[in-house]
């Protein structure tokens, strides 16, 4: 009898248990529109490599990509960058991937491309982008910006090449 009394209470408490976990993340959770808003807009500009000026709901736009730094205009392969991806996005219709915004009020994002790829993805794949370490946990540019270092792509063929992140800190420490 006493078995199937501790038995009763440890079956109450793994229900309770369940119960309060299962509440607690749907309390918690965030709505899934606010983790995974997408948007189709119109590219209608290009800033540099991993800026776009895109023409959101009759509303101009900036739209930063997200886990990637390209080199500065004034940078070696800044205007290779630039080239590159107005070649990919320019006049055409992309989805975006909105992961939020940086301190310039930019919408930080994935552009998914008409064929379905990642501008993201392909400038690291070409040796026009860092993978953002800083600020992106996405494997998938770590391991594209292997490939890329390992055949010698874009920037990387260049031995002297500068993270973008470091070229500013260095200018900003230059002009103080």
């Not at 205007?79 to 939020?100: C, R, Y």
């Not at 310039?104 to 998914?112: A, W």
């Not at 494997?139 to 063929?157: D, V």
Request: proline letters at 3%; one cysteine or more; hydrophobic letters at 40%.
């Amino acid at each position: 009898m006493m078995t199937g009394h501790c038995f009763g209470k440890a079956k109450s408490r793994i229900l309770l248990t369940s119960t309060t976990l299962l509440l607690l993340f749907f309390l918690c959770a965030k709505p899934l529109s606010v983790c995974a808003q997408q948007y189709t807009a119109t590219v209608v500009g290009i800033a540099d490599g991993d800026t776009l000026h895109v023409l959101f709901n009759g509303k101009p736009a900036r739209v930063r990509l997200a886990g990637i730094d390209c080199p500065e205009k004034s940078q070696p392969f800044g205007s290779k960058a630039k080239q590159f991806t107005s070649d990919l996005v320019f006049g055409k219709e992309v989805t975006i991937s909105v992961e939020g915004k940086d301190k310039y009020g930019r919408m930080l994002g994935n552009v998914i491309l008409p064929d379905g790829t990642s501008l993201n993805h392909n400038l690291v794949r070409a040796g026009y982008a860092w993978w953002y370490r800083r600020f992106s946990h996405d494997k998938e540019l770590a391991a594209l910006e292997a490939e890329a270092q390992y055949h010698n792509r874009g920037l990387w063929a260049d031995s002297t090449s500068i993270a973008p992140w470091q070229f500013r800190k260095e200018n900003k420490e230059r002009h103080k």
